[in-house]
């Protein structure tokens, strides 16, 4: 019993970890500056959007590092063709060794999602690999 509370704690701080390194600072004040005039480019590319931050929940420990070097190889690919999408910069991984436990996650994950909502950000995305 004492192990599922500290595991629920633990899935409450790393959501709210991934809500805080995720977080728009760009509500956040800042002093006016004028910009200097520019001329506009005839042609305007926009960036790729940055992808939504992402919670990957394995089953074990030894999952989470072939998960990350995943991830990262995705992105590694991504950027060579121009597509790179800041994937790897917003994913977190949380360990789920039981059901119970990813229900948990799911529900701090839209705990953490309702705070991120009425801040105006997209929510946490959860993708289930428990059973790859």
């Known amino acids: ?3 599922g509370g500290i595991g629920l704690v ?3 701080a790393m959501v709210a970890v991934v809500a ?5 600072d760009s509500a956040a004040p800042q002093a006016a500056v004028l910009p200097a005039p520019v001329a506009a480019p ?3 590319q926009a960036a790729p959007a940055a992808e939504p931050p992402a919670l990957y929940v394995v089953s074990s420990q030894a999952a989470v590092e072939p998960t990350l070097v995943g991830l990262n190889e995705a ?10 999408s800041g994937t790897a910069d917003n994913a977190s991984i949380a ?15 839209d705990e953490a999602n309702l705070i991120r909502a ?5 929510p946490v995305q ?5 059973g790859r």
């Open 118 to 122: 009425s801040e105006g950000r997209s």
């Open 10 to 12: 633990a899935v409450v």
């Open 95 to 109: 360990v789920a060794t039981s059901q119970l436990e990813f229900e948990q996650i799911l529900r701090a994950t």
């Open 126 to 130: 959860v993708v289930d690999l428990r």
């Open 20 to 24: 805080w390194q995720t977080r728009d």
């Open 75 to 84: 992105e590694s690919i991504r950027a060579q063709m121009g597509l790179s």
């Open 1 to 3: 019993m004492i192990a």
């Open 42 to 44: 005839a042609v305007s």
